[in-house]
């Protein structure tokens, strides 16, 4: 069994209107120091499956259905007592932009100390020890004097640094990194991504990578998740999606990447953009900007107006794509006509 | 610190400044020392030799300037009223003022924070909701108006008697009803002397009883503001994404709460709010005249009455030092607390 | 012509977008807003007609009897039915002086917050749009006025005001300068709030692009920034409304507003706490419960209007 395993997991957003669906039907599964990425514009519901993972979406958001398993216990309805146990401690979290995550008015040591009494019965001196051996192995300059320094002293990259020694204080089991490099400077992105993944491997930690960056995804995870309008699309190995994109999204993202563009010429782009989750189009969320709407005769297929596309599985991959599943019932046909 | 220190002080000097021009124009405009000296009697020729001899005929600048150096000894002449030194007069009658503002702010120390934290946390609790409703009662309801109902409830008391008398529990629910009165309401009583011209009512329980009517009056214009000033700055902390770190932390709520949040709330409660304790100085003058508090409040509405115009001024002035000092405390105290704000004077 | 049709047909009519609107809809759902209007409405209704209303004219000597000073409202025993709300120390009908009271805080309210939202309102835009000295000047003012409190600062300019004119000038004149007063008192509220929404107006693309097109600084300033912060000037509005009747009453009751003879809400409550320790504390009360109601159901229409309309205001 999986380390962490998540199955339909549903989130709504009571709001005045009526729920809004900001997450549906997520399933994957992580096994210990194993990295899965999730990809998707923003807005297509990445954070939102962050931090339910961990129960910590705010109100009016909420857990509707679906089931996180984490080493055999449930946490999708567990109280705040149990969850706090798992918090920070088992599963720990990185955000996004190192300037809001850290707490103005605590010192560096405080906020790391804290965390590290909230999970141990240990005294303050020896808290202070371990945190002291983690800004040293985030590779942060004179690490003693940092622990009584304020947020506002450090750069950026220093608080993203700081940030994942925390995450890193209590050897979780899985970190999950919400964006960790979009807010900082170019030149240092690819710094700490690495030192994130140099340390997740050393300490045998399991990653959930969060980014709207298809080529960091496809370098660094062994399998991701592509996420549009509140739902997974397409998942399987990263390899395999990259290699062999099936949903008409993730192809668009992958000839969207620079590289993929012919010197010279425009970057190629997926028309349209991303709907509001409180006023989707029926049947295929993708159905307003996807090329491949058209069936063969030129007519639009009613499937895709009209139905919400269910999961087929195609390789190691799971697409929920009208036109893919034509393709393999065509093909599954082909192959029997031919036996035949 | 000390480069922070002097750009205060300069910031204070200039206000003062301000205040003293002011202060002076209106002494220029509206005093006729001459008048206060010697009655009408004296003949226009005696008159004009006096001014003469009193430098009033000198410019506006000079004038100013002997003005500022004799208030910078606390020198602002003599009182028509009291015909004593007006500085002598204020400091008889700052003690009382003092005193009610120091009860006040404590009250709205002790109840503001409690309060509002509450009530940020459970935004959506009955209690929460009646806290706010009564908030902004409490901020429609004038000093004095409020002053007046205490009196009424609990110095003169009310006997309603809606229930039949003659029955053990209609006489207990109308009992219930009903209050008292006795609180004392008018002056300071027999305040105790501590040192000088310092009487206080601080120092039996006797003199004690006397600050509660007027106190609460006077902190019933400011805890309905703080409450929800702490309570919109705390919700919005709340908010923050340091706060949702914390929970993905594993921190208890109640360090959330306490440490994390009441701490960034209470930054700019401290500005905000530093700077109405001093205009408290202004409520004053209202509270004191409902309760004939023998304070500055009430001297100075006596003075405006009387056109006692050098101790109008004093009282500008020192009531403007005041209100000064506590802004540059106010300050000091915010960069103490936050440590974002260094006392270096350069912004970090 | 063809332009108009056009527009006619695409654009709905301002009584069709107010119906459709979010303040609309949010009104229609807010319990306490619908009945603070509805008491703010008759109380305004009462205080324009009160004229008619009122069943005597307290300006008119000759209508008052001396003799009927001190009665009680009609719930209490010894009360004249004549008098429904009884009468004040100088026998004056108390529901006739009410009325006529109200209609003088309101008039007073009103005018002042025109007044403070003129002065407010230019100096916010000259301290947002010209910047440097001017603006360090115009809110180093209102720093310094608001350190001292408008309730102060109306005060001290209430007593300068009335030692310059003597007190029978001032009881004559003394609407319009109690405008004037409180107006001058509490600018800066007016002058920070559109200061700090010019700022960020200003800063987005189209000023530049109304500069870019060689228009006139005033003219940027007034068709193009005002009616941008007209949202938090709105709210502020009623914010202001209520203090500005709060303060003419504190002025009143300290003897700096409105005489007796010619009494405001604050004025009436004045005159009656003479009489609170002889037990007639209706002749305070009453006036002082119709200015708490006043004053409430406008603070509670300016939360709503907050909460709804949400601006950018000024803190602190």
Redesign the interface.
């Known amino acids: 069994m999986a380390l962490l395993e998540v199955n339909n997991l549903d989130v709504r957003f009571a709001l005045r209107g009526g729920d809004v669906r900001a997450l549906r039907d997520v399933c994957f599964t992580l096994d210990r120091g194993e990295r899965l990425g999730i990809v998707g514009e923003s807005g297509a519901g990445k954070s939102v499956a962050a931090f339910s993972l961990l129960n910590l979406i705010a109100k009016p958001g909420y857990i509707a259905g679906g089931s996180i398993i984490f080493d055999g216990k449930e946490l999708s309805g567990m109280k705040d007592r149990g969850l706090r146990r798992v918090r920070g401690n088992r599963i720990s979290m990185i955000f996004q932009d190192p300037m809001m995550t850290l707490n103005p008015v605590l010192s560096i040591g405080e906020q790391m100390v804290e965390c590290l009494k909230a999970h141990r019965r240990i005294s303050t001196r020896e808290a202070r020890a371990i945190a002291l051996h983690k800004l040293n192995q985030v590779q942060i300059p004179s690490p003693e004097t940092r622990l009584d320094q304020y947020p506002h002293e450090l750069s950026g990259g220093m608080r993203q640094r700081v940030i994942i020694a925390i995450a890193l204080l209590l050897d979780p089991d899985i970190i999950i990194a919400d964006e960790p490099t979009t807010a900082l400077d170019v030149t240092i992105q690819a710094e700490i991504m690495d030192l994130l993944l140099e340390l997740c491997d050393k300490h045998n930690v399991g990653l959930v990578l969060i980014t709207h960056d298809l080529g960091v995804v496809s370098q660094v995870t062994q399998r991701m998740l592509v996420m549009y309008a509140g739902r997974v699309i397409e998942q399987g190995p990263t390899r395999e999606i990259i290699n062999d994109p099936q949903h008409p999204y993730t192809q668009g993202l992958i000839n969207a990447l620079p590289q993929m563009a012919t010197p010279g010429s425009r970057l190629n782009q997926i028309p349209g953009s991303m709907p509001s989750l409180s006023n989707l189009p029926s049947g295929c969320a993708f159905h307003p900007r996807c090329g491949f709407v058209k069936d063969a005769n030129g007519t639009p297929r009613k499937a895709c107006l009209d139905k919400v596309p269910g999961f087929v599985e195609s390789g190691n991959c799971r697409v929920a794509c009208h036109m893919v599943a034509e393709m393999i019932n065509q093909q599954e046909r082909d192959s029997r006509e031919e036996i035949l | 610190m000390i480069a922070f220190l002097i750009k205060r002080l300069f910031h204070a000097f200039l206000v003062m400044f301000v205040i003293s021009v002011i202060s002076f124009a209106i002494q220029d405009n509206l005093g006729d020392p001459i008048q206060q000296m010697v009655g009408q009697s004296v003949p226009e020729s005696e008159r004009a030799e006096l001014r003469e001899e009193l430098g009033l005929n000198d410019p506006f600048f000079v004038q100013y300037l002997r003005f500022a150096k004799n208030a910078a000894q606390f020198d602002f002449g003599y009182s028509y009223i009291f015909n004593e030194p007006t500085t002598q007069v204020i400091m008889r009658h700052l003690p009382a003022t003092l005193e009610l503002v120091a009860a006040t702010t404590l009250l709205i120390v002790l109840l503001s924070v409690p309060i509002g934290v509450y009530s940020a946390i459970k935004p959506r609790a009955w209690l929460s909701r009646a806290f706010m409703g009564i908030s902004i009662v409490g901020i429609s309801i004038p000093v004095f108006l409020t002053a007046i109902v205490l009196i009424q409830l609990f110095a003169i008391g009310v006997e309603v008697t809606p229930f039949p008398v003659d029955t053990v529990w209609g006489a207990w629910l109308n009992d219930l009803l009903s209050t008292d009165g006795g609180m004392p309401a008018y002056g300071r009583g027999n305040p105790v002397n501590v040192f000088g011209t310092w009487d206080t009512n601080f120092s039996s329980l006797e003199g004690l009883t006397y600050l509660v009517l007027p106190a609460i009056s006077l902190a019933s214009i400011m805890l309905p503001l703080f409450i929800r000033l702490i309570r919109a700055e705390m919700l919005e902390v709340l908010q923050s994404e340091y706060v949702k770190f914390a929970r993905a932390k594993g921190i208890s709520l109640r360090r959330i709460y306490f440490v994390h949040a009441l701490k960034n709330t209470m930054l700019p409660v401290i500005t905000v709010g530093g700077v109405q304790i001093g205009t408290l100085v202004a409520y004053t003058i209202l509270t004191e005249t409902v309760f004939q508090w023998p304070g500055m409040g009430l001297m100075f509405l006596d003075a405006i009455e009387r056109s006692d115009i050098p101790l109008i001024v004093t009282y500008l002035m020192i009531v403007g030092l005041i209100f000064v000092i506590t802004n540059t405390l106010v300050d000091l105290i915010y960069g103490l607390v936050n440590p974002t704000v260094k006392l270096t004077g350069k912004p970090a | 012509m063809r332009e108009n049709v056009m527009s006619d047909t695409i654009v709905p009519g301002r009584w069709a977008r107010f119906r459709d609107s979010y303040l609309l809809y949010s009104f229609k759902r807010d319990l306490i807003a619908q009945i603070s209007l509805v008491i703010f409405a008759l109380l305004i209704f009462a205080a324009v007609f009160a004229p008619w209303l009122a069943p005597a004219n307290p300006y008119d000597l000759a209508q008052i009897d001396i003799l009927a000073s001190e009665l009680p409202p009609f719930w209490i025993d010894g009360a004249d039915p004549a008098y429904l709300m009884g009468t004040d120390a100088q026998g004056r009908d108390l529901l006739s002086t009410i009325l006529y009271g109200a209609r003088v805080s309101l008039i007073i309210g009103f005018g002042a917050v025109l007044m403070q939202a003129v002065i407010g309102v230019s100096f916010g835009l000259m301290a947002g749009y010209l910047g440097g000295r001017v603006d360090a000047f115009l809110m180093?003012l209102a720093d310094?006025q608001?350190?001292?409190?408008t309730?102060?600062v109306a005060?001290?300019v209430g007593?300068?005001v009335?030692?310059?004119f003597g007190g029978a000038t001032f009881s004559e004149y003394a609407v319009p300068l109690l405008v004037l007063i409180i107006g001058l008192a509490e600018w800066p509220q007016y002058a920070r709030t559109v200061r700090a929404s010019v700022l960020a107006e200003r800063s987005k693309e189209y000023v530049d692009a109304a500069r870019v097109m060689g228009l006139k600084s005033r003219r940027i300033m007034f068709r193009h920034i005002l009616p941008n912060t007209l949202s938090p000037i709105f709210v502020i509005s009623t914010v202001q409304v209520?203090n500005a009747i709060?303060s003419e009453?504190?002025l009143s009751?300290?003897?700096?507003g409105m005489p007796e003879t010619h009494p405001s809400l604050?004025s009436l409550?004045k005159s009656g706490?003479d009489y609170?320790?002889s037990?007639s504390?209706w002749i305070?009360?009453i006036p002082?419960a119709v200015?708490?109601i006043l004053?409430?159901v406008i603070?509670?229409l300016g939360?709503w209007l907050r909460d709804v309309l949400n601006p950018r205001l000024y803190?602190?």
């Not at chain 3, 009751?253 to 700096?256: A, Q, V």
Request: glycine residues 12%; aromatic residues 10%; charged residues 10%.
């Open positions: 180093r310094i608001l350190s001292f409190s309730l102060m005060i001290i007593a300068l009335k030692a310059i209520a709060i009453a504190a009751f300290l003897g700096l604050g409550i706490f609170i320790q037990g504390w305070t009360l002082g200015l708490v004053v409430l603070n509670l939360d803190k602190g």
